[in-house]
Structures are given as structure tokens and as C-alpha cells.
């Protein structure tokens, strides 16, 4: 029986390999401008793109 | 570390430092909270004693379970180490020296006159000033010359109300796009506006040139109205919403936020969340008010037990709604799991005073928005750049590895350390902590994950 269902997502260990691009929006640039989170960034670094 | 909770119905577990997410059962869910502590046998023996009178649980199943934990464990998706913090400094030098996003203050001024906005009505506690061309042609001039090799440039019009500059903005836009490709630069231009001024002219220039539009409405009318009035004290929902409902009815798909502020007046935003819907709108950003605690509109600790029901109940719309074929974004919902930030963004955090400043209309340089008129942060001038190094080394050096009370926080990869403003306006520092913040942070990104999960999870079926 299958007890854990693991999502599909990035991994941020491996991310430390390649990451760092800086092309990804500033994260308060828009709609919020009183809080701050990044994790509604999306990643903009083409060679993780492909 | 890993981080578990229940919600929506569903066990979720959260690996911080790899950034998996589990969805699991019962079983699954007791055995990881005692993984770390007991031994093999001991977990399945308190698991046979818990749920022993299942048909389907068995010391055999039960066994297959722990293993299944210890191979997520050693694939590197469970009990990940954390081993950022030596590096967190040195990801962050990076930026050093960059600069991608200005702030452009064109307009410290405002037609409306809304007493909890941060911005003491578009003065930031000074002078009413609009920016001229030459100053903003000097910002763009300045943004491009620091950007070094970034391509991606953004620049937000802000106030105060922009609008109210919106010859000098045009001109910038036209300016900075005649200079774009020499410079193989490509700028994001996005507006924030309470409204008042949109015509059929701002329309099409939003829609031509800016990648965001942000639209300032909180919701229900009595609740916009409450603070959002002209200086003759008459509200201005009215005035504004058929406004609003034109210029996203034209956008064409582009991107926009009907962005609202809550306080202690709406606690219970849902309701607004519910209004911006019922008019079409379906971009929505919902932000907790910014003042001091003694401010009549600042939200209460009594406040904070209303503001988590309806972060929960939020989720819960979205999710019946994408159901129903009726969607709508909540921007602090918005997460991908799959292509989200790396982990250089998640401990650099939002860049301001490195990568982000904002320009005020004479052309001061400030850490962001949000330190504009505190004269201590001011970091230089478009002109010569920024010669206060020490505030620029200050937010150089802030990163969530550099907040002691983030050490232990299962959400600091998603926060990032969270806003220095917030940070400085409730401790006296900028590596503080807004604590009651953090609380609401954390809720939302329980919340969006879990919205996310039920949605990968419903899409691959």
C-alpha cells in the first residue's frame, strides 16, 4: 500500500548547483508592496527552463 | 527540517530544505513525527498499538511504510539537512553591485486621501512633489549602467498617485524603450493606481506597455469608502470600479491585481475577496495594513484568529472555483512548486537596498519604497549613485540566514526572512522579525500549498 504521495517539485539542494541568474522578477515589485514572500516567483533561468 | 500539518483534509508533510511536499495518510503522518526520535521498532509498535484495529493494517504494512519513509529520507526529500547557511553570504554577493528594479516615486502627491496609507497620503512625511523627465531619465540612465549583465530590467511607477504625473511617465517609457535594445536590455514597466485618472488613454498605454497593473480596491463599498476618500471626504468606489472593470475588460489576458488592503475594519476580507469576484475580477492581492500598532486601523491579536479562518476559507474558494471552471489567482497563493525560485532567491529574499531601490521625485536613491522619508536610509542620488555604504552593506548582509529568530522557522525558504521594512518598523531593526507577520505568512503558505497540492494532485488524474 502506498502511505506518501511526494509531489513533483524543485529541488532546492540541486538548485544551489545552477541558481543564482538574477533574472527572476523582484519579488515586491508588484501587487503586494507591504510583505514580502519570493515563493510566488517563478523562475526565469532558461538552462533550468530546459 | 520538515514541517507537518493538516488542512483541507488532507496530512501534508513539507521538507523545507529540499522544498518536497508529501501528501500521506494516517500512518505515514504519526510515523515521520516520530521518526527522528524512536527506532524502527518502537514506531511500529506504537503504530500496531494506534492502529492496530484496522483490517488493513498489519505489522508487514506497517513496515513497508517506515521503509518508504527512509527512502525519501536517503533520495534526499525527507529530514533534509540544512546545509545553506555557509553559503547564504555568498549567494548573496552575487547582487552585489546590481541593480534590476527601481521604484520610480513620479508623484508624491495623491487625489485621494486615505488615512491608514503608509505613505502619509503620497507625501511619505515630507513635501508634495511630482518627479520631472530629466530626474527619471537619470533614474533609467542609472538602472541600466548598474544592471551589468541582467536583461530583464523592471521599473514600477508608484506615489503616491502616478497618474498624476502621467505625461512625465509616457515620456519614460518611450524613453527607456528607445534605448532597450542598444543596451540589450528589456524593461517590465508595471503602475500601481487608485484609479481616479483612467481614461481611455491610460487604458491603452497600461495595456501597451505595462507587463502588471496593480488596482487599488479593497472590496466591499462601505469598506473602501471607510478610508478611501477624496480630500472632500466622499469615497471614491463609485467613482473608480467601472474604471477598473474597462481597463481589465481591454487587457487582454495581460496581467493585472485588484489589490486591496484589510485592516481592522475588514478582518474578515473574504467578503471584499467576494465583491472584487462578484464584478469580474478574478487577479486578485489582499494585504494586511501597514501602520503603527497603536493606529486605530492596525489589526489586533484578537483580530489575527479571524484573519487564519479566512486564509483557510480562501483556499477553499479557490479550489471550488477551479472546480467549477470559475478560477481566479490570490497573489500570495500563487506557488509553484514545480519551477518556483532557487534556493539563491529564497535566501536573497525581495533585494531591496542591493538590487531594488526606489527613486523619490528629486531623485534621492532609498532601500525601497518603504524607507522612503527615513532620512537615516537614504542611500545616495541618481547621479552619483549610492555613497551611503554602510545602510547599502546593512541590506547587502540581510539575508534569512542573518535573522536568528528565522533558524528554527520551517517557512523561512519561502519567506526569505520576510519584509525589512516590517522588520524595522516593528523591532527598531532591519534583521529583525515582524513577528505577527510571520504568523500570517506562515498560515498563507500553508494554505497555498495546499491549494497547489490538491491541484497537481487532481490534474494528473
Redesign the interface.
Known amino acids: 500500500m502506498k502511505h506518501i504521495q511526494t509531489l513533483n517539485t524543485r529541488d532546492l539542494c540541486e538548485s544551489a548547483k545552477n541558481g543564482g541568474c538574477g533574472e527572476c522578477q523582484t519579488s515586491c515589485q508588484s501587487a503586494c508592496k507591504t510583505s514580502c514572500g519570493i515563493a510566488n516567483q517563478q523562475c526565469e533561468n532558461k538552462a533550468q527552463e530546459e | 527540517m520538515i514541517h507537518q500539518y493538516k488542512l483541507g483534509g488532507l496530512p501534508i508533510?513539507l521538507d523545507a530544505?529540499?522544498?518536497?511536499?508529501?501528501?500521506?495518510?494516517d500512518?505515514?503522518y504519526d510515523m515521520i513525527a516520530l521518526y527522528e526520535e524512536k527506532s524502527r521498532e518502537e514506531i511500529i509498535a506504537a503504530m500496531l498499538e494506534k492502529y492496530g484495529g484496522r483490517e488493513?493494517v498489519n505489522a508487514e504494512?506497517l513496515a513497508?511504510?517506515y521503509d518508504?519513509?527512509t527512502e525519501?529520507k536517503n533520495a534526499?526529500?525527507l529530514f533534509?539537512p540544512d546545509?545553506?547557511a555557509p553559503?547564504a553570504g555568498k549567494?548573496k554577493q552575487?547582487?552585489a553591485g546590481?541593480v534590476?528594479?527601481l521604484?520610480l516615486h513620479v508623484a508624491h502627491t495623491c487625489n485621494l486621501n486615505c488615512s491608514y496609507c503608509?505613505a502619509s497620503q503620497g507625501k511619505y512625511h515630507g513635501e508634495r512633489a511630482i518627479m520631472s523627465f530629466e530626474v527619471g531619465k537619470q533614474a533609467l540612465d542609472f538602472l541600466i549602467a548598474h544592471s551589468g549583465t541582467?536583461?530583464?530590467l523592471?521599473v514600477?511607477f508608484?506615489g503616491g498617485e502616478p497618474l498624476m504625473n502621467f505625461d512625465v511617465v509616457k515620456r519614460l517609457v518611450a524613453y527607456a524603450r528607445s534605448i532597450e535594445k542598444e543596451h540589450d536590455k528589456r524593461f517590465?514597466f508595471?503602475l500601481?493606481t487608485n484609479g481616479v485618472l483612467i481614461d481611455d488613454d491610460v487604458i491603452d498605454f497600461a495595456n501597451r506597455e505595462c507587463s502588471?497593473v496593480?488596482l487599488s480596491l479593497d472590496g466591499r463599498k462601505e469598506i473602501h469608502d471607510r478610508f478611501r476618500v477624496d480630500y472632500a471626504g466622499n469615497g471614491s468606489w463609485e467613482k473608480i470600479v467601472p474604471k477598473f472593470q474597462k481597463l481589465v475588460a481591454a487587457r487582454g489576458g495581460k496581467?493585472y491585481?485588484m489589490?486591496g488592503?484589510f485592516t481592522h475594519a475588514n478582518p474578515d476580507f473574504l467578503k471584499d475577496i467576494q465583491v472584487m469576484l462578484d464584478l469580474g475580477f478574478n487577479e486578485l492581492?489582499m494585504?494586511?495594513?501597514?501602520c503603527a500598532a497603536d493606529d486605530p486601523s492596525a489589526l489586533t491579536e484578537e483580530d489575527k484568529a479571524v484573519v487564519m479562518e479566512q486564509y483557510e476559507k480562501l483556499a477553499e474558494l479557490m479550489i471550488r472555483r477551479r472546480r467549477e471552471g470559475r478560477p481566479f489567482t490570490f497573489?500570495?497563493?500563487?506557488?509553484?512548486?514545480?519551477?518556483?525560485?532557487?534556493?539563491?532567491?529564497?535566501i536573497s529574499?525581495?533585494?531591496?537596498g542591493t538590487?531594488?531601490m526606489a527613486v523619490t521625485p528629486w531623485g534621492d536613491l532609498y532601500p525601497?519604497?518603504?524607507f522612503v522619508g527615513e532620512e537615516k536610509f537614504k542611500l545616495g542620488n541618481v547621479w552619483d549613485g549610492v555613497d551611503n555604504t554602510a545602510v547599502r552593506d546593512e541590506f547587502a548582509a540581510c539575508n534569512v540566514y542573518a535573522r536568528p529568530e528565522c533558524k528554527d522557522c520551517w517557512a523561512k525558504?519561502?519567506?526569505?526572512?520576510?519584509?525589512?521594512a516590517?522588520a524595522y518598523h516593528a523591532t527598531g531593526s532591519v534583521r529583525g522579525v515582524y513577528a505577527y507577520?510571520c504568523d500570517l505568512?506562515r498560515k498563507?503558505?500553508e494554505c497555498?500549498i495546499m491549494a497547489e497540492?490538491v491541484r497537481?494532485?487532481e490534474d494528473d488524474k
Do not use: W
Not at chain 2, 17 to 25: K, L, T
Not at chain 2, 287 to 290: D, I
Not at chain 2, 349 to 352: E, L, P
Open positions: 508533510v530544505c529540499s522544498g518536497s511536499v508529501h501528501i500521506v495518510d500512518i505515514a488493513d504494512e513497508e511504510c518508504q519513509i525519501l534526499g526529500k533534509t546545509t545553506f553559503m549567494l552575487k547582487t546590481v534590476k528594479a521604484c503608509f541582467r536583461h530583464n523592471e514600477d508608484f517590465r508595471t500601481t502588471n496593480v496581467n491585481y489589490r488592503t492581492s494585504e494586511p495594513v501597514v497573489y500570495h497563493y500563487m506557488i509553484d512548486l514545480k519551477g518556483g525560485p532557487c534556493i539563491y532567491k529564497r529574499g525581495c533585494g531591496s538590487e531594488y525601497c519604497h518603504q525558504l519561502y519567506c526569505s526572512g520576510g519584509c525589512a516590517n507577520g505568512f498563507r503558505m497555498a497540492a497537481m494532485m
